[in-house]
């Protein structure tokens, strides 16, 4: 994170939920969520890709979801790191079922 700034996120690509704490340690958490189900005339969800980008470096530690009280499976895998230099890192979530996503970053 770059000192001074208390939440590095820089943009997002498209409407979403986010909310964002850098803790003591410098570790940040985010919590990430399209409410938007994405349903297809059929009324399936269809997975929609987030973009989130954040100032400076980061690594992805763990990464969470859950819609409503339930944990999501797979929710980990639903997330990556795009890419990542020393001036910006992309993140990218496949949002699906509205869920809530949590993530720690270093």
Known sequence: SVEGETVPITSVDRPCLVM????????????????????DEDGVNQPQALRVSLRGAWDLV???????????????????????????????????????YDLSLR
């Open 20 to 39: 964002a704490e850098v803790k003591a340690d410098g570790e940040l958490e985010l919590g990430v969520a399209d409410p938007d189900l994405n349903l």
């Open 62 to 100: 763990e990464a969470k979801g859950s819609v409503c009280a339930w944990g999501l499976p797979g929710a980990g895998e639903d997330v990556r790191v795009v890419s990542s230099g020393e001036e910006e890192t992309i993140i990218e979530i496949l949002c699906r079922h509205g869920a809530s």
